[in-house]
């Protein structure tokens, strides 16, 4: 199946959805794991028919001082400091609750810059579907609040040589330099097992061609019982 007709499945699905309340769609998966990229296809898609927002955990990051707390290669640093959850619910999940009022933060933090974001509000409509894509969002302060969800599954050998392009980083996910990203992950596996927990577990090993497969099956999956 090819890439535009997967979203196209998965956007008619979400349409289908009641119209007269807010849904929250989470796309989660590792780093290098194509999140943006699919959400904004599904937001593409998704557009035509019913109001829609994307929101970018990694505009709400902690900053410097706070992610690197516990060491600057910490995987547990990674995994557990890496974004301010509290100010993510106020912000973001709260107002989209249905007692919020669909006001909505943008983001609170550049990490590219270190510097606080402007605080930018946004207005999701009563119908507005808000898709959230991020790191760690089958977490358990998260995975109880998206209506549906997707983890993308690729192997960290893919993952690595995608970052290695985007960012310059080490091709090789066993790199010293790589360790509190992948061991980051790996501690989120044991935590979460975001697999079990997805409403589709989406093999994006091939961005082109993603298929949807059995959560008993992916790379996350096996490399947790290893």
């Given amino acids: 199946m090819t890439v535009n007709l997967l979203v196209e499945s998965l956007a008619k699905h979400i349409c289908n959805r009641p119209k007269n309340e807010r849904i929250l769609i989470g796309i989660d998966g590792v780093d290098g794991s194509g999140k943006s990229t699919f959400a904004e296809r599904l937001h593409r898609s998704v557009h035509p028919s019913r109001p829609v927002l994307l929101i970018h955990l990694d505009d709400f990051h902690n900053p410097r001082h706070v992610r690197h707390a516990r060491g600057q290669r910490s995987p547990m640093g990674f995994w557990l400091d890496s974004y301010n959850y509290e100010i ?10 249905p007692a919020g009022d669909g006001h909505v933060l943008g983001g609170t933090y550049d990490v590219e810059t270190e510097q606080p974001l402007k605080p930018r509000w946004i207005v999701a409509p009563d119908n507005a579907v808000v898709i959230v894509e991020g790191i760690f969002l089958h977490r358990d302060e998260l995975s109880s609040v998206w209506e549906v969800s997707v983890f993308l599954d690729v192997p960290f050998a893919e993952t690595a040589l995608r970052m290695a392009q985007r960012d310059g980083t080490p091709s090789d996910p066993s790199h010293p330099r790589m360790v509190r990203y992948v061991d980051g992950q790996l501690l989120y596996f044991a935590a979460a097992k975001p697999w079990e927990r997805a409403t589709w577990v989406i093999d994006n090993a091939d961005v ?11 790379f996350a999956a096996q490399v947790c019982q290893q």
């Avoid at 993510?88 to 609750?97: H, K, M, R, Y």
């Avoid at 298929?211 to 992916?218: E, L, T």
Wanted: glycine fraction near 0%; proline fraction near 14%; avoid cysteine.
């Fill in 88 to 97: 993510f619910e106020q912000s973001v999940i709260a107002p989209l609750s």
């Fill in 208 to 218: 082109a061609a993603p298929r949807i497969i059995a959560p008993h099956s992916s």
